[in-house]
């Protein structure tokens, strides 16, 4: 008789046989070569993610685990094509008695949102110039509801529960001592920069009840997130009575932090403050990307490829 241990998806090694609750991100109805359907599954935790294969499914089965559904499951940890992926031996779904947190199945950021919401706003506070204070502060009061839960993105980097406002907290440290480094950047402006410099996101990305993004908006694709948070700003600071000419230097900001126009940034940074947010925003998204691909590679070995790095692997250095 097979021994189902628990495990989370961090830990998981190849021919482990693993039990769980596992929320259920993606679940898609496809045929084998044998002209069989099976579903292709990715279940999460708050530890990560991992693709599932259910072979053989059944009429029906396609309803009964649907994304956005928490299971339970029995599998066999196989390796295919240099990545890990679950062969499911049994699931069934949870039930109200179980009392399951949803929250305790998806990934999330590392940090507490109410801490991360607060760190956030006390950097706003203290911002000496009045005019980017009650910008930021307004902002962050107005989506706060939103900014406790959006992920940063739908694939990429952050892309947890409450990632959005982990990527501007750790981009908001750096600032810190970039403003150290060098006294001649105007930090008030750094730090407004990047408390807002991703907030069109909340507008581009519709999330699944679990906190995770289910699709692009109807805005999303047709504007993307830098327009629309230009607009968002643009409409704030005609609502707090901002000057237009102070507005214009975050909305630039907004605009140019892509750097290139095939990643949307149809102008590059105009001044020091907006360069510096362009390096803060791809250190951070590429170091998260590079430690998330690290935390499931032994150490002396490379890591699974990465698709938002051209699909580079990287070095767990023993």
Sequence with gaps: MVQYNPSKVSKMKKNDNICGYFYLKNSEVRVSNQNSRYLDLTFCDNSGEINAKMWNADDGDEILFRAGTIVYAECLVKEFQGSLQLRVDTIRRTTDSENIDISAFVPSAPEKPEEMYAYVVRIAEAIADPDYKKLALYILEEYKK?????????????????????????????????????????????????????????????LMDCGLV??????????????LGICMVDAAAAQTGIPHEKAVLIEHMILSHHYEPEFGSPKKPAFPEAEVLHYLDIVDSRMYDMELALSSTRPGEFSEKINSLEKRTVLKID
């Design 214 to 227: 289910a699709d692009y908006s109807l805005e999303g694709n047709l504007l993307g997130h830098i327009t």
């Design 146 to 206: 939103e900014l406790m839960v959006y992920p940063a993105a739908k694939t990429f980097h952050h892309a947890v529960r409450s990632g959005l406002l982990y990527h501007t907290c750790t981009m908001l440290r750096g600032a810190r001592h970039y403003t150290e480094l060098y006294p001649e950047l105007r930090g008030d402006l750094l730090y407004t920069g990047v408390i807002l410099h991703d907030i069109g996101k909340i507008r581009e990305m519709e």
